[in-house]
């Protein structure tokens, strides 16, 4: 059975700082795409950061310089390191995992659909 379990969410003051975790069971992800998604109230689900299967990874323009993808192969664990949240950072946050073996983040930005996905964590940032 496949898990992606997120945790680290939570309430923090702009400008503050969040790391969020996303830990997979039952599948080896060394070599998968994998991303952190948001949706926000009323709004559509849209990609944070990608990480391709090198370490590779591509963030959003809304977040270039805040946020940081990473992964650690040797704990089926992927991270999302968040500074300077601001308040339109406010949503739900999931993780997800794609098979498809591609070196570049910004290769897996491009998927359309991710196979597997976490039941996602909350943020949310006070002003």
């Known amino acids: 059975q496949v898990q992606l379990v997120e945790s680290g969410g939570g309430s923090v003051p702009a400008g503050g700082s969040l790391r969020l975790s996303c830990t997979v069971s039952?599948?080896?992800?060394?070599?998968?795409?994998m991303g952190w998604f948001r949706q926000a109230p009323g709004k559509e689900r849209e990609g944070v950061a990608y990480v391709g299967w090198n370490n590779s990874p591509k963030v959003a323009a809304s977040v270039k310089g805040r946020f940081t993808i990473s992964r650690d192969n040797a704990k089926n664990t992927l991270y999302l390191e968040m500074n300077n949240v601001q308040v339109e950072d406010t949503a739900m946050y999931y993780c997800a995992a794609d098979p498809r073996r591609l070196l570049l983040g910004a290769k897996c930005a491009e998927l359309r659909e991710y196979a597997h996905w976490g039941q996602g964590t909350q943020v949310t940032v006070s002003s």
């Open positions: 039952g599948l080896v992800t060394n070599s998968f795409c």
